[in-house]
Structures are given as C-alpha cells and as structure tokens.
C-alpha cells in the first residue's frame, strides 16, 4: 500500500505538472522571465556557503525624456510637395501690405506604394550580312537563373523572402498576385524555389567548409512535416542548424534531413574539432565519445525544467532557489559584457565568481535529490542536471564560450513560424531548397543585410560567377554592387 500510494502521489504530481504546462502555453505568456514566479526582489539563498555577492551600480534619479521621433532614412527617395498660402491670406491683417517669404517649415511623413510589379521588354538587336544574308547574331540575353523563365531575380527575390523570412505561404502570395491581375499559380513559385534552391547549393555547401574551419560551433534542430510525395499523410522530418561566429559577422547553415539519426551531424562533423554547443539530445553522444569535440551544454535547458516547475507551483520551494541561483550566474555573463571584458578577462571572472555559485548549486542538488521520489518532474529535473554537469558547466573552461545555446536556437524560431504557414514540405528537393534558402536568408538578416536585396543580388550574379570567385556571394562577405 505504501509502495502503490507513493507511486500515486508521483504520478498525480506529474498529471498535474502536464496540465499547468498546457495550460500556460494555451492561455498563459510564453516568457520565462523570473519576475513571473514572484523572485523579485531577489531573496537571501538560504545557505551556509553563500556565494559571494554580486556587485551593483548605484544609477542616480533621473527626469525622464520626451521621445523623439528618429528621422527616416536619407536614401529614401523624396517627393516633394509644396504648400503655400492663398493669395487673401499673404496680406498683413495688420496694415494690409503683402508679405514676402522669410523662409519654409519642413516635415516629413511616411508614405507607401504596395508592390509594384514591371514588365522587362528585352529588345535585343540582330545583325546580318548585307552582302550575302548570312552569319545573322543576335546579341545575348542577360545569363538567368532560370532560363527562358518568366521571373526575374528581383521576382524570385520577393517570393523566396516573403516565404523564408516573412513565413508567407505561397498561396497566399498567389491571391495576392490576382489583386494585381497577375496570374502566378503556386505550383509555378514552388517550381521557382526547388530551382533556386538547387542553383544555390553550392553557396551552402561552401558556407559549411568555412564554418568547420572554426573550433566554435552551435546546433539545433527542429522537426518539419514531411509528405514525401505521400499527398494526406506527413512524417516528421528534422531541418538542423550550425551556427558559427567570424568576428562580429554570423553564419547560420541549415540543412534537411528526414529523420532524427544521430549519423546526420556526425557526417556534417567528419573530420573536426572543437567546442561543440548544444542540447543534451543522445543522438550527439557518439561524437563526443573520441575527446575531439568537445560537448558544451545549454544552461538554459536545465533552468527551463525548474522555472517550469516553480512557474507551477503554488507555493516557493527547491524549484525557485534553483532558479534563483540561476538567475546569480546569468547576471554575471551580462555584466562581464556590459564592461567590455575580453576572452581571457572573462574566463578568470567565471572562474572568480561563477565557480562558487556552481558549486554551491551543485552541493543542493545532490542533498535534495534523494528526497524526492523518483519520476516527479523536479527529480527529473535535478537528474538531468546531474547527469549533464560537466557540460553544463563547460563554458567556465574558455571565455568565447556561452552560457547556453540561445543564439542558435533563436535561429530555429523562423522555421517554427513558417513551418506553422505552410504546413510540410512535399519532398525531398523541397526539403533541401528550403534549407538552403534559410541558410542564405537567415544568414543575411543575422548580418543585418536586407535580405531581399542580398538574394536579388546573388541571383543576378551567380550564374557568370567562377567558382573561385564563389566567397564574394556568402552573406558574412558580400559586399552590395551598383
């Protein structure tokens, strides 16, 4: 009866776990943002061994200012209207003489036309031999991604955005098109994307050589329905992203597979090395197994198991100190940013400040765990802690190091929001076109680059680009033309 009511106990704890998390998701903020458990203002960690507390900025009282409206960009064209005075009114009511110009106020408003579509006549000359007839040259058509295709770069541009970066489903741009009197079916922009997608193939594969070149790689991934020309009826399918940071620009490489199979990142890592950050999905476990990549965990994922726990809770327990105790190393990383610190400064920081408060961490959840029956979400939760502490803790080993993978999963948010529009992939090609205009799209919005002008571009010059010229069209290099 024991026995039987202990189990009963962990699995109302579970059901009722299950049901708060539905519930939030269904009707509650997606934020896990610690004033939503009620930590604020921070509480004194009941602890013999207190960490060393964190140091604080006295900031002074201050007025606060009126908002500006910030001016709009100068290299938008202008169109100007002038507005003057009815004849009446430029006489003086004073004493009835004409008053001459001192001047003009100017302000500016904002104003928009919808997409303009533009027929491109193409009249190209033809040449013969007057003397004999023959030998008869007509000179060339520009070199198109798509030959003898209705669209231009610019048209390709627009829908591989609208799709990629805006998640616009391609019937939707369908009737948008018919509002113009344009008859675009979707089957024709698919067709668009699947042949852009295989065109630019070689741009993504060259992203992947320059991103093993690094010793610093993200990844993640997420699932994709997958109708594998199986019309009704999806599978799930996985798109994973690496992401790796030259200097202060980024590259995001995206790539379809149809299943979860840990081979797939371990080909696209065949030969490499270095810091590898991500979740503590089993399916890595054979690439850490020979000591050349090295695993570095997400402290995010572990905090996420406890706030979700203590977001549920009814009372404050175990769960809110750890995420308290969280939230201590999370505001050392931000202030060792806010001050500029370099790779070096930052390791001797974490090792100074951070170390105490894992340790600490570490000690509580040890004590804690085998009080706790097992199964219930917070053992769980401490459990996956435990079982993944040396990665979790990795990054106190070299300061260009994260604390967790937050920027890479970021990167997978996009597909979340499109995959949500357009529903699947059809097919294979499709899957592989869609993860190489993502990498391409991404990769450009990452770098702060319009990517609709990024994408015309690289359309207009790929195909009289030599592949030993191939770099100048990757988003972390390419440099805007006339």
Known sequence: MKTTNLYLQVLVEKLQYQIAQLTRRQFGVSSEHAAQIGLFPPAELPSSNAPPPIATTAIPAHERAKPVRRSLPEDLPRQVVNLDLPEAEKRCPCCGEMRHEIGEEVSEKLDVEPAKLTVLQYRRKKYACRACGAEVQTAPMPAQVIEQGLATPGLLAHVAVAKFADHMPLARLEK?????????????????????????????????????????????????????GRPGKTTTARLWVWRGELGDKVLLLYQFTEDRSGTHPAEFLRGWSGYLQADAYSGYDSIFTDGKIIEVGCMAHARRRYFEIAKTAKTQGFAHEVVELIRHLYALERQAKEQGFSPPQVQ??????????????????????????????????????????????????????????NRTENAIRPVALGRANYLFVASERGGKAAAVLYSLIQSAVANGINPYAYLRDVLTRLPTTKAKDIDSLLPHLWKPTD
């Open 176 to 228: 948008g098109f018919a509002r113009q009197h344009i008859e675009l079916p979707r089957s024709t922009m698919t067709d668009w994307m699947l042949t852009i997608g295989m065109s630019c193939e070689p741009l993504t594969q060259r992203m992947g050589e320059v991103l093993k070149t690094l010793d610093y790689l993200g990844s993640d991934d997420t699932t994709l329905p997958y109708q594998n």
């Open 348 to 405: 001797a920081w974490r090792q100074e400040r951070a170390l105490p408060l894992l340790e600490d961490l570490k000690i509580r959840l040890e004590a804690h765990w085998p009080k706790l029956p097992p199964k219930g979400p917070l053992a769980e939760a401490i459990g996956y802690t435990l079982r993944n502490w040396k990665a979790l803790t990795r990054y106190l080993d070299d300061g260009r190091l994260n604390i967790d993978n």
